[in-house]
């Protein structure tokens, strides 16, 4: 009787140990995602997440703009069905953990940070600091000059002579007023926000360009010197 018992001892530490990392497993699974189930009406960080993953996975072909319309329905019915779960177009736990499976990437060179995926691989992390340095940088410009400070963040990443990631190019020393004077630090809006995720999207009013300044109070003779290409709002964009 004594030796079934220390047998039955080991097969439990075993179970108990299999349950343990398994939820653990389960937890990592959605930490992307908040626990609100998503479904047609739904907007929000958790639709920017759904709709890049369903990007990523070749379901979602429209804009990511973060509202739940008809097109991230279908996306999603059409991710279900493909992948075996119920398909009902409603984002909930077992869908949330289906897309995070799929969708193990990371941007080149981006480290860590946050699981979230936002178009080209950025992370959500990188939307909300990229936010943050256009609030603090345009927040009084035109629209089109928002999206135009994010474009130059975006393709400053692209270029081989900044850094290659969204935190290196913003902290770069002296790179931003915003970071300098502390206004980075300032909650942003949500047009602040749309304008980096038209920039992220693919729109870029200023034509590639790299640098951008303020005529009126730039006193670098070497900011003079860069090619203009435009300008936009109070702000004159370079190479």
């Not at 008809?70 to 897309?99: E, S």
């Not at 981006?110 to 990188?126: E, F, K, L, M, R």
């Not at 990229?130 to 400053?156: D, H, K, T, W």
């Not at 002579?161 to 206004?183: C, H, K, L, M, R």
Request: glycine share 10%.
């Amino acid at each position: 009787m004594q030796r079934k018992v220390w047998l039955k001892i080991p097969l439990i530490l075993i179970f108990l140990t299999v349950i343990f990392f398994s939820n653990g497993d389960q937890g990592k699974e959605i930490h992307a995602f908040s626990n609100q189930v998503l479904q047609q009406g739904s907007s929000g960080e958790d639709v920017i997440e759904l709709q890049s993953r369903l990007n990523y996975n070749g379901f979602f072909k429209s804009k990511i703009d973060g509202v739940f319309g008809w097109n991230t329905y279908w996306a999603v019915r059409n991710f279900q069905d493909q992948f075996g779960l119920p398909v009902d177009g409603v984002v909930g736990a077992k869908t949330k953990a289906m897309l995070v499976k799929a969708t193990k990437y990371e941007k080149q060179g981006n480290s860590g940070g946050s699981s979230a995926n936002v178009p080209n691989g950025y992370s959500q992390n990188d939307i909300q600091l990229m936010a943050n340095a256009v609030y603090g940088e345009s927040r009084g410009e035109p629209y089109i000059g928002q999206v135009a400070v994010a474009a130059v963040i975006l393709n400053r990443v692209q270029s081989a002579s900044f850094p290659n990631t969204v935190g290196g190019v913003i902290y770069e020393p002296g790179a931003f007023t915003a970071v300098a004077d502390g206004q980075i630090n300032l909650t942003p809006n949500e047009t602040a926000k749309k304008a980096v995720l038209d920039a992220l999207n693919g729109w870029d009013p200023t034509g590639n360009a790299i640098y951008y300044f303020n005529p009126d109070t730039a006193t670098s003779s070497w900011i003079w010197s860069r090619p203009q290409i435009k300008k936009i709002g109070k702000h004159i964009f370079c190479k």
